[in-house]
């Protein structure tokens, strides 16, 4: 009995979709679209948090470019990590680890805001003293960022991460991850606490749909050549809990929007539940934004934000060490070799580097939360070649170390 329930218990937790399994081409992109909505409100909220020490409170176009340049660059490093780095099916965002020290550099007394930039009747967006004011503070960030960068290549293609990692175990790596984890409740409840009931009704559909729903199957009609009508069971609830949970909230938010149940005045609770609270943005903001390095103009180096982005980026690379054991665990794939983790920070390197050039005022690291999404969903596939995928991502070193 005892090894028949372990059986059970086994096959119960087992992913649906394993690294080494390729779902249809179409569940493929409603993944990717959860996914995309799992890490939406991380990185988004990283932009509209520097936006205060930017002085940038009261122009929301620019809040949109910093956004629109943070998450083209999430998916550039995504794409660098999946494919060169540990290879693992792991999204890489913008780390909250780099946010506390960047908004101390900002505090400080040479770094704060006029008052004018205070004041939403005085600041006139499109004036060049008011550009030089934000655009300077972003400089100044880029390029410490970019300095700082270099300590996490150097440390990852050096392989000197490998050689640490015989002094870390699961006893270091679980306590820093879930450290690292309760920082984020501080901006996760401030969030939450814009509707607290529109955020409970998201993590209760979640949670249902994950925990009570999943093995409920769905019927969904199939083409056949015999045109006889078959039926295939798809269970929507396991592999799509996190966007449901998102789509059915929105829509309840849109509801309650058009029928004037929740307050159109801006100083009322519950007013940010709206979905038509960034209309104007979307109506000024261009249709087609190609980001670049050195937007912002050349980027410039403060030793004091050098710092402070150096310790972050060692927070960073321990959580992402944690992220990679946990995300092979839950994808049902062994442990990463050495070599593979070694990759993993050396990539992460390269994004933060990337990030510091495109002007996000942010590095990059591997998404905690999206791991979890493997964990929920029981989905943890990359598409890719079936026979390729296993030994590509666990067993044959990248391109370039034969």
């Known amino acids: 009995p005892s090894w028949s329930s372990g059986v059970a218990e086994e096959d119960r ?38 936006s205060e020490g930017l002085c940038l409170q009261h122009d929301t176009l620019t809040q949109g470019l910093l956004i629109n340049t943070i998450f083209f660059v999430s998916g550039l490093c995504t794409i660098l990590q999946v494919t060169f780095g540990v290879r693992l ?35 006139n ?5 008011f550009i030089e004011e934000w655009q300077g503070r972003m400089r100044t960030l880029q390029g410490s960022i970019m300095v700082a960068s270099v300590l996490q290549i150097l440390v990852g293609f050096s392989g000197l991460i490998g050689f640490l990692m015989r002094f870390i175990g699961p006893l270091t790596i679980a306590p ?11 901006s996760a409840g401030v969030k939450a606490g814009s509707h607290w009931g529109i955020s ?30 078959k039926t295939a069971k798809f269970y929507i609830f396991q592999t799509m809990p996190i966007l449901l949970g998102i789509t059915i909230s929105w829509l ?16 009322r609770y519950g ?4 979905t038509d609270v960034k209309g ?39 959580e992402s060490v944690g992220d990679y054991h946990a995300c092979a665990r839950l994808s049902g794939a062994p442990p990463p070799p050495r070599h593979a983790i070694s990759r993993g920070i050396g990539v992460e390197g390269i994004g933060s580097l990337l990030a510091g050039a495109f002007g996000t005022g942010n590095g990059t690291t591997s998404f905690s939360e999206n791991v979890a999404a493997l964990g929920i969903t029981r989905v943890s596939a990359k598409k890719e070649k079936q026979e390729y995928s296993f030994v590509a991502l666990h067993v044959f070193p990248a391109p370039g170390e034969l």
């Open 125 to 129: 967006t499109s004036s060049p003293a």
């Open 252 to 267: 309840v938010c849109y509801l309650l929007t058009i029928s004037d149940v929740l307050p159109s005045d801006s100083a």
């Open 280 to 318: 104007n943005v979307v109506s000024k903001a261009s249709w087609f934004t190609l980001p670049y390095p050195g937007r912002w103009g050349v980027p410039t180096v403060n030793l004091a934000a050098v710092v402070g982005m150096l310790a972050g980026i060692v927070c960073s690379m321990a």
């Open 200 to 229: 409970a009704l998201t993590t209760g559909l979640i949670i249902v749909f994950s925990q009570y729903l999943r093995l409920i199957p769905i019927p969904v009609p199939l083409c056949c050549k015999n045109k006889k009508r």
């Open 89 to 123: 099916p792991i999204l890489q965002g913008g780390t909250f680890a780099l946010v506390t020290p960047a908004m101390a550099v900002l505090s400080m007394p040479e770094w704060q805001c006029p008052a004018w930039t205070q004041n939403a009747s005085l600041v």
């Open 13 to 50: 937790n087992k992913p649906t979709y394993c690294v080494t399994d390729v779902p249809p081409w179409y569940l493929c992109i409603f993944l990717a679209v959860q996914h995309y909505l799992t890490a939406f409100g991380g990185i988004i909220s990283i932009p509209l948090i520097l």
């Open 176 to 186: 820093t991850v879930s450290l690292i984890g309760l920082a984020l409740f501080d």
């Open 271 to 274: 007013y940010l539940a709206r």
